[in-house]
């Protein structure tokens, strides 16, 4: 096994080019996916890196519960054993366990808090708040995935941008864009290194659901001109964690790409273009992470049971 168990954890930096080349030359759709699947693979080979050396760790400790047999010199000479890091991914595992659960917690209490806050009215897809603050966002979960937005914000809009930022927000609940943002967001939490995939998902998917508003309007200009006044307009939501679903990105950026042409929807990129040399790289550092991450896992399961008494 060797020093490759650690692999997983530096293997994410291979990631940062591709998140900044997808963000701007592959449809949205694709990034988003692409940069998802990058972030959960490598943030699980990550953890997985962490609980095995970790239980190389907690068998040197005394007094701890593991067989006896789990800290015999043969074993550590065949177990990447070093005392510093050994003992370190304890907490540090411990550390991604907390704050994985955390922001879980505070996903779901959000949802359902944001839920119980509409519970009295009409059970529509559409809810129009009379509030004088503008904000719009979509919600899911619940008996149904909801639309909510503001009097003031309606009253900001002329009537074909009023379409567009429905067709924005019902573009994200229909893509299930919420699972995306929540998957990077754990992601980040197991490995710091992956934070630029966060980061990258976030712009990805809100010109995901642009692009799905200017395709159902007919019109980019008009998405971007709804965009523009709604980003202007809004000074924040009823929650401040409720930004976790209205999350706007980087506005400008989003209004120039839709005053330009449509993306080309492409397939994987070639490996002879920028992009494409990035997106390998990701890939490659993914495969080999999982390679590495499911290697340690065998060897030292094969090691730890040959070395458990019976």
């Known amino acids: 096994m060797g020093v490759f168990v650690f692999l ?163 573009a994200h609940l229909a893509a299930r864009h919420h699972r995306f943002l929540l998957t990077v967001r754990l992601a980040a939490r197991a490995n710091p290194f992956l934070r630029p995939l966060c980061t990258a998902v976030s712009y990805s998917a809100e010109r995901w659901a642009d692009e799905e508003a200017a395709q159902t309007v007919g019109s980019r200009r008009v998405v971007a001109r709804a965009i523009g006044k709604a980003a202007l307009v809004s000074r924040g939501t009823p929650l401040p964690t409720l930004l976790a679903f209205a999350a706007a990105g980087p506005v400008p950026r989003r209004v120039a790409a839709l005053l330009g042409p449509a993306p080309v929807v492409r397939s994987w990129p070639s490996l002879f273009t920028t992009v494409g040399l990035a997106a390998w790289g990701a890939a490659v550092g993914t495969a080999v992470s999982a390679m590495s991450s499911a290697n340690s896992a065998v060897t030292m399961f094969l090691i730890l049971h040959a070395a458990t008494p019976l």
């Open 8 to 170: 997983p954890l530096v293997l994410p930096l291979t990631a940062w080019p591709v998140a900044r080349l997808a963000e701007q030359h592959l449809h949205p759709r694709a990034a988003t996916r692409l940069l998802t699947w990058v972030a959960a693979v490598m943030a699980t080979c990550s953890t997985v890196c962490l609980g095995l050396v970790m239980v190389v760790g907690t068998a040197q400790l005394p007094g701890n519960p593991l067989p006896d047999g789990w800290s015999d010199p043969e074993v550590r000479a065949a177990l990447p054993y070093d005392d510093v890091v050994g003992k370190a991914a304890i907490p540090a595992l411990f550390a991604v366990l907390v704050a994985g659960g955390r922001t879980l917690w505070r996903h779901g209490r959000v949802r359902r808090g944001a839920h119980r806050a509409l519970s009295g009215l009409p059970g529509t897809e559409v809810v129009v708040l009379p509030d004088g603050v503008p904000y719009a966002y979509a919600l899911p979960g619940g008996r149904r995935d909801r639309v909510v937005v503001t009097t003031a914000m309606l009253e900001c809009l002329e009537p074909a941008e009023r379409r567009a930022l429905f067709a924005h927000e019902r």
